[in-house]
Each structure stands twice: as C-alpha cells, then as structure tokens.
C-alpha cells in the first residue's frame, strides 16, 4: 500500500506551495474547507481533517448529533466549489 506524502498546511502558508512532483501529497493543520478546496486544486491528492470537524462543546455535551451534522457541512463546504 502506498502512503501520500505528508504536506503540513498551515494559516499563511498559501496552497500555491503545492508542488506536486508526481507524489501523492496530503495536506494537514489547519485545513478548513477554502484551504482544502485550494490544497485539492493545487495536487494534493487528499487532506487531514481534526480540529475543523470537532466541536469542543458538541464533546463535552455528547452530542454526536451536532458533531456528525459539523462533519456533514464541512465536506458539503469542502465539495462546494469542487463541481
């Protein structure tokens, strides 16, 4: 199986950093969906998602509700532009 290299992405660092030399890139830290549409369009071939996804108080209220509706919106935001 073969890994992607990974590409940290952080606020300030523009998504014309990419420079995809015909690896696999994936794109981490700090990923919100804008940045992630930009990594995806400048050749990472994917992006690592935590702390957008995650709601601290949707965690300490259990509410996994909130959680997966957050999850569900971002990757509309993510795919929004994309088609």
């Known amino acids: 199986m073969d890994f992607p290299e990974v590409l940290a992405i952080y606020r300030g660092l523009a998504p014309a950093h990419v420079f995809a030399a015909g690896e696999a890139l994936l794109a981490t830290g700090g990923v919100t ?3 992630g549409r930009q990594c995806l ?3 990472c071939a994917t992006v ?6 995650i ?3 949707a965690v300490r209220d ?3 509700n909130r959680l997966a ?3 569900r ?3 509309a ?3 929004d532009k994309d088609e």
């Open 41 to 43: 369009a400048a050749g």
């Open 62 to 64: 259990r509410d996994w």
């Open 55 to 57: 709601d601290a108080d």
């Open 73 to 75: 919106r971002y990757l």
């Open 48 to 53: 690592g998602v935590g702390a957008g996804l």
């Open 33 to 35: 969906a804008e940045l």
């Open 77 to 79: 935001e993510l795919r």
């Open 69 to 71: 509706n957050g999850a």
